[in-house]
T-cell receptor, first 116, second 114 residues
Framework: GAVVSQHPSWVICKSGTSVKIECRSL??????MFWYRQFPKQSLMLMAT?????????EQGVEKDKFLINHASLTLSTLTVTSAHPEDSSFYIC????????????FGPGTRLTVT | ELKVEQNPLFLSMQEGKNYTIYCNYS?????LYWYRQDPGKSLESLFV?????AVKQEGRLMASLDTKARLSTLHITAAVHDLSATYFC??????????????FGKGTLLTVNP
């Protein structure tokens, strides 16, 4: 149980375009979802936290207009990278937490974004 | 701001040897996680430590938590090549209600050599 999927697993896009990444909880209702970014050989940095039906809470230094997060249902959150640039190339990982899981976060497999 | 310091950042071990990875953090927390990450992959949960003095073991890995010292350790016993990976500790902070998050250490890249 507690499986989280991400789609796509990898994506290449051209500079200036937007790309959407989906995060789904497959077998539980995720009241809270988290989006992380990980640059090569670095740690995970929390970008934002989203609760279903509410606006996302962004960490300091993360541009909310550039990284649009939508958590419209209890099983789906999306991250849209708008007007992507090469410096946005990274590994994006989502995690999901549900009620009754004692704050446990279940991590998705990640999405590798390359902006050319 | 919460600081989570892991050391060492790089660890090269011989098979069969023992070693410990340390995770220090700067604020009060009673919950700490250890994760493993293989190259190109996401995180695999290893341990969640929920209270002071908690100790958990799985195979050759054993994790402990001292909340008073704000220190967790991940001990590797008789390392084998399959343990080669990056290990992260993550500290849980709850600001109330649904306002909680994990802050990760920088990770320890473990290489186990034959």
């Amino acid at each position: 149980g507690a499986v989280v999927s991400q789609h796509p697993s990898w994506v290449i896009c051209k500079s200036g375009t937007s790309v959407k990444i989906e995060c789904r909880s497959l077998d539980f209702q995720a009241t809270t979802m988290f989006w992380y970014r990980q640059f090569p050989k670095q740690s995970l940095m929390l970008m934002a936290t989203s609760n279903e039906g509410s606006k996302a809470t962004y960490e300091q230094g993360v541009e909310k207009d550039k990284f649009l997060i939508n958590h419209a249902s209890l099983t789906l959150s999306t991250l849209t990278v708008t007007s992507a640039h090469p410096e946005d190339s990274s590994f994006y990982i989502c995690s999901a937490a549900g009620t009754g899981f004692s704050y446990e976060q279940y991590f998705g497999p990640g999405t590798r974004l390359t902006v050319t | 701001e919460l600081k989570v310091e892991q050391n060492p950042l790089f660890l090269s071990m011989q098979e069969g040897k023992n070693y410990t990875i340390y995770c220090n953090y700067s604020t009060t927390s009673d919950r700490l996680y250890w994760y493993r990450q293989d190259p190109g992959k996401s995180l695999e949960s290893l341990f969640v430590l929920l209270s002071n003095g908690a100790v958990k073991q799985e195979g050759r890995l054993m994790a402990s938590l001292d909340t008073k010292a704000r220190l967790s350790t991940l001990h590797i016993t008789a390392a084998v090549h399959d343990l080669s990976a990056t290990y992260f500790c993550a500290v849980f902070v709850n600001s109330g209600g649904s306002n909680y998050k994990l802050t990760f250490g920088k990770g320890t890249l473990l290489t186990v050599n034959p």
